[in-house]
């Protein structure tokens, strides 16, 4: 099992980024897990875990001298061991029906909190991914970059179109992944792997009262997955459990 000494989980205050939290920190072999927020004065749940291997770093997706400032934090920490995993978990989804009174400023959100700003904060801990990194040793316990996509990504799986207000979502999510499928070209020859995982319908506050699992369930298969994934997995969109996602 590949165990990363070193993750950096964005949108953790809540919701599977909590999630995630909590299960890094319950591994033998993790040394360091930074947990980013917006609003860290509020994250009252994530503040109270105990644990001295959690670093709570202030960061805003949408706001470029935030995401610098946490790379320079994390830095501080790492030093030249790099980061192992980079799990670009922060998103919103917002209702945006096709049957709607257009508004481009809902679109444009979603699709920079979900598509742009996980560049944006990629490219800023790339360095530190880079130091990480080994040609010969692929793995989340090297270098490796997540992206946390979902099934609404899909185009090949879409057959309910905008319904339930999933058009701006759908747009984003799928934006994520092509981001992923660009990055894993780009960045194979050093050694870092990227992929996009589908949480399934979880219980949060995203995925409403109709959701079939619970944060726990989903985030213990998503850290099971990753950690057994190898070169041959860079570029791919998988289900929760390991299995390929067609998109």
């Known amino acids: 099992m590949h165990v990363p000494k070193s993750v950096l989980i964005t949108g953790a205050n809540r919701g599977i980024g909590l999630g995630l939290v909590h299960a890094y920190l319950g591994l033998d072999g993790v040394q360091h897990v930074f947990a980013t927020a917006r609003d860290l004065p509020s994250a009252k749940e994530l503040k109270s875990i105990s644990d001295p291997r959690l670093h709570l770093v202030q960061m805003d997706v949408q706001k470029d001298e ?9 830095e501080k920490v790492v030093g030249a061991d790099g980061l192992n995993l980079l799990i670009n978990n ?22 920079d909190v979900n598509g742009t700003s996980q560049l944006i904060v990629t490219q800023y801990f790339l360095p530190l991914l880079r130091n990480a990194a080994s040609s010969e040793d692929w793995g989340v316990h090297r270098a490796a970059i997540v992206m ?45 792997l990227v992929a996009s995982v589908a949480p399934g319908h979880v219980l949060t506050d995203m995925g409403g009262k109709s959701a079939e699992i619970t944060v726990e369930q989903s985030c213990s298969e998503m850290v099971a997955t990753f950690s057994k994934w190898e070169k041959q997995h860079t570029g791919g969109f ?3 459990n390991g299995d390929p996602f067609p998109f």
């Open 66 to 74: 935030t995401i610098k400032a946490a790379a320079e934090q994390v």
């Open 90 to 111: 922060a998103g919103i989804w917002e209702a945006y029906p096709m049957d709607t009174t257009p508004n481009r400023d809902i679109v444009n959100r979603v699709l």
């Open 148 to 192: 946390m996509s979902s099934g609404a990504a899909s185009i090949v799986d879409n057959g309910s179109g905008s319904r339930n207000g999933n058009l701006a979502y759908r747009l984003s999510k799928a934006a994520l992944n092509q981001l992923m499928k660009t990055l894993a070209v780009d960045l194979s020859k050093e050694g870092i």
């Open 238 to 240: 998988f289900r929760r």
